[in-house]
């Protein structure tokens, strides 16, 4: 290749990547979310995780986290957080208006899990699906794992304690491996529920 041509090549891969890097251009904060980059731009003042934990914050719960990248939260308590259960649960119902319906099943279920935002459609949902898992592991080892329940805060768990067993067995590795066959042969589309 001549000086030259080695140039223009140089030149014209620069440009590639320049107009590349611009056509991909947004960020998280243009869609109202830290969704990826890809995700449908969302009209200002529209419901979203992070206004929701925005809202969290200016209500009492200094210390409310940010989601992660896929709109999840770190599981804490109010605690954990600094602040009172009671002062907890009133900063939540303020600002429950925030957070966005839809998204995955994954991200629902997390929304229905942290913070009671269970939709009657998605619960009988949830149900169903935990049904099919809890079957799946009395049949394949551990006979007297419960069905889910809804408890009092509204969300489904499973309620190990009062079928007498030890929520620390879920930890073993022959409870893992029974965990992961029956998530699989449901699809792997099983949320993880809470345990008690």
Known sequence: MKPFERTATLVAA??????TAACAGGSAQDTGSAA????TPRPAG?????????CMRTHGVPNFP??????????TGPGALGVSSTQYEAAEQACLSQLPTGG????QTNQCLWFGACPPA???QLM????????????HGVPNWPDPEINKGNRPAFNLSKAGIDP?????????????DCRSRLGGSVPKLPTS
């Open 46 to 54: 529209s419901p979203s995780r992070i206004a929701f934990s925005h």
């Open 122 to 124: 998605l619960l009988q």
């Open 128 to 139: 169903n699906i935990e049904r099919q898992y809890a079957e799946c592991i009395r049949t």
């Open 14 to 19: 620069v440009l590639l990547s320049l107009v």
């Open 168 to 180: 620390d067995s879920m930890g073993t590795a022959r409870f893992e491996a029974l965990d992961r």
């Open 66 to 75: 940010d989601p992660d990248s896929k709109g999840n939260y770190q599981a």
């Open 104 to 107: 995955s099943l994954e991200e």
């Open 36 to 39: 990826t980059p890809s995700a």
